[in-house]
């Protein structure tokens, strides 16, 4: 039976998925005491695909930037569904770490990270305020056009 | 009434300013247990105007990447101060992250990220030596030269 | 005497380091409670010559950028037994950041990226199986090909 985040998460059509594993010698998550810490997670949407990939300030809009920054948030709150089974246990999102993959002149960053940091506001309410690191990188693993990591404690 | 830390800046000529606001869904600090996650600073100086914009290694010289990495740390700081009122209240500086703004083939940027880490051992002594990262990042928030990200940890 | 961690990796040809000194007011680990933060560390051979330097995607090929990687690990273990004399030790492998200095169209960071992470579950069993997030990078401190971070819970 989901808990309230996730009911509040489905009524606004956002459902949230199974995550994605590693294909490697890592893990999406790992727990130590009460903190969480999630993996850079890519912006796949919820069939597998990347909901953009190049990018910002050369193929991709800020508009697709946001979504693609939405999508990572989601498959972060997936890593943390499987942490935890239950979202209602997130105490706080500490820290979101925003990567967008960026041309050298692009300055938008911030405001494609909004994505991330609106959908989890969205899920947690005052607990999912959080310090936040965004940065234009150099490349993406798959192109993906944004990725993002996270922190939580957890209840 | 300043605690020891802060009277020492002041001497150096170095007050800590008002932090900035985000601008958006997330702060400037978040507090778990006895640790404070301080979001990225960019490198604002006291009215905040950017110390320096642009990329080392094209139109940034070291010595003003150095200026914009100090900047950069005082901002983290006043987060700090804004979170504990005292900064005589941090036990140590845990980490620090630096993300200089580079050219592809700007090769010193551990020397810019030293005006982050000689301003938090100049404000903490011993207590303000610390892990560190530094990363060349191919873009910045408002094009800004430094962006500097810390952990803290609270007595 | 070295613990069955080391000796492990001692038969398989993998000898620890001395770990590299920071030349500037940063150290390479803090510990704060059962946290270790290690410092990002390149890819330095045991003879403290960089196993290799320029852009994957470039000049370095995924092989070599995952012996980087690979060397990267291993002296962030090297920071670990100066931090604790004995790597058994650790109770879990919490995370570690892949920085892999990338050409803008280099897709493969990941795969880079699993020099590190091999290592360290070769090191550790399923205790080193961590969350990761692998970012390609403008560029790096000496031009290195890869710098890894850790976090590391202590028993």
């Known amino acids: 039976m989901p808990g309230t985040v996730e009911k509040k998460l489905a009524e606004l059509g956002i459902p949230i998925p199974t995550p994605a594993t590693p294909v490697a010698n890592y893990v999406g998550f790992v727990r ?10 890519l912006c796949f949407d919820a069939e597998g695909k990347l909901v953009a990939t190049g ?3 050369a193929t991709v809009s800020v508009e697709d930037g946001q979504k693609a920054a939405r999508a990572c948030a989601v498959n972060v709150l997936a890593q943390l569904k499987a942490a935890l089974g239950d979202l209602d246990k997130i105490a706080r999102v ?6 967008i ?9 911030p405001k494609v990270m909004n994505g991330a940091s609106d959908l989890v506001v969205t899920a947690f309410g005052d607990k999912g305020r ?3 690191t965004t940065i234009g990188v150099a ?5 993906a056009a944004v990725e993002v990591e996270g922190l939580f404690e957890v209840t």
């Open 55 to 57: 990018k910002l300030g």
């Open 130 to 132: 959080h310090a936040r």
């Open 101 to 109: 993959n960026a041309a050298p002149d692009f300055l938008e960053t």
């Open 94 to 99: 500490v820290r979101l770490g925003g990567f």
């Open 139 to 143: 490349v993406l693993p798959m192109d």
């Open 32 to 41: 130590t005491g009460n903190l969480i810490f999630v993996s850079g997670q």
